[in-house]
């Protein structure tokens, strides 16, 4: 599902990943764990496409992603890649259904159709009654749920989450954690996670640990990217 092959990555003097290889098997929920300044954020946005490493290779779903355009790129994070924050990101002009829809509005989907899937996220996630409320009238643990339904809303193959429990309360961590591993069972999604919480490190399928920009006990891809030019998205 997830192969990375030796990836490095500095900003200015400071090299912040120094050859990272990784597999993440499809429907697995690891964590990446590490002191802070061991590179677990940076990877995650590599893994995500929203930063490019200095060399190596990224392929999510047999697609070799650190080759692709900036249009591609755009493209394959929108249909893709599913992301959770750690302060939820959702804009306060618009109410929780509005907030879930928007990445389908820029997938090109229906109104009717966003609407539909964005009920039955809320319903999965028993917020059917706060569909219409700003996230000023959320909890923090309803408006992190209202972010992980955003991220779900084009049935992404991957989610990645930073920090996402990072703000909660101990109640809503922890309801948050089991929500991942049901939604994994309902959805088939692969979560990777960067996280300090220990409770969640725990309880995930495997966990990945950094530190000083390399994995403590390597893991070397079982998989080969396929053909970039067969397999890069259509633009």
């Known amino acids: 599902m997830i192969d990375i092959k030796n990836i490095t990555k500095s900003f200015g003097s400071l090299q912040v990943l120094k050859g990272?290889?990784?597999?993440?098997?499809?429907g697995e929920v690891v964590s990446i764990v590490g002191p802070s300044g061991a590179g677990k954020t940076t990877l995650l946005q590599i893994i995500g496409t929203l930063d490019r490493p200095d060399s190596g290779t990224v392929c999510v779903d047999g697609?070799?992603?650190?080759?692709?355009?900036?249009?591609?790129?755009?493209d394959f994070r929108n249909?893709?890649?599913?992301f959770v924050f750690q302060f939820h990101q959702l804009l306060p002009e618009f109410t929780a259904?509005?907030?879930i829809m928007i990445p389908a509005y820029i997938a090109g989907t229906s109104q009717r159709q966003a609407k539909q899937r964005a009920?039955?996220?809320l319903d999965f996630m028993g917020l059917t009654d706060r569909a219409t409320h700003k996230p000023n009238e959320l909890s923090g643990g309803e408006k992190q749920r209202v972010a992980v339904a955003r991220a779900l809303v084009n049935n992404p193959a991957v989610i990645l989450a930073d920090e996402p429990s990072g703000s909660l309360d101990t109640k809503n961590k922890e309801e948050l954690h089991q929500l991942f591993f049901d939604l994994r069972d309902k959805f088939g999604q692969t979560f990777v996670i960067v996280t300090h919480d220990e409770a969640l490190a725990s309880i995930t399928d495997r966990n990945i640990h950094l530190r000083d920009g390399l994995i403590e006990t390597p893991i070397i891809p079982q998989?080969?990217?396929l053909d970039s030019e067969t397999t890069t998205p259509s633009e």
């Not at 990272?20 to 499809?26: A, E, F, K, W």
């Open 97 to 99: 259904i509005e907030n």
């Open 223 to 225: 998989e080969t990217c």
């Open 79 to 82: 249909q893709h890649l599913g």
């Open 20 to 26: 990272i290889d990784l597999h993440i098997d499809r």
């Open 63 to 74: 697609i070799d992603v650190t080759s692709l355009s900036q249009k591609k790129l755009s």
């Open 119 to 121: 009920k039955e996220l």
